[in-house]
């Protein structure tokens, strides 16, 4: 079993940044075990969207279009924990933020909306103009 904690948001103004920790562990091995993790966001009355994706074995990154020139993750493999990094935060990026982990698709990517089997309680980010 594996259990994803994230932390992090808080309230911001608009321009400012954020960086969203998510640290996975896993109860039954001393190895991590997934493959790909990724970020996800939901704002209220919407549907969640995934934002990016990780490949935890090489480190390959993918973004959606609507926010590659901002968002920004990373991984410290030692730690067992990625990073979302956020610049220029819009009010529009209000929502709670999820990290999820999963297996690699067939063709060895992390994608989106991929399958995700363990995902985190949100952080929430509010960014105010």
């Known amino acids: 079993q594996v259990q994803l904690v994230e932390s992090g948001g808080g309230s911001v103004q608009a321009g400012g940044s954020l960086r969203l920790s998510c640290t996975g562990t896993?109860?039954?091995?001393?190895?991590?075990?997934?493959?790909?993790m990724g970020w996800f966001r939901q704002s209220p009355g919407k549907q969640r969207e995934g934002v990016g994706t990780?490949?935890?074995?090489?480190?390959?990154?993918y973004y959606v279009d609507s926010v590659k020139d901002r968002f920004t993750i990373s991984q410290d493999s030692a730690k067992n924990t990625i990073y979302l990094q956020i610049e220029r935060l819009q009010a529009e990026d209000t929502a709670m933020y999820y990290c999820a982990a999963g297996p690699r698709s067939s063709d060895g990517r992390c994608r989106l909306p991929g399958t995700y089997y363990f995902w985190g309680q949100g952080t929430q980010v509010t960014v105010s103009s």
């Open positions: 896993s109860a039954t091995s001393r190895t991590f075990g997934p493959n790909c």
């Open positions: 990780i490949n935890l074995g090489g480190g390959t990154t």
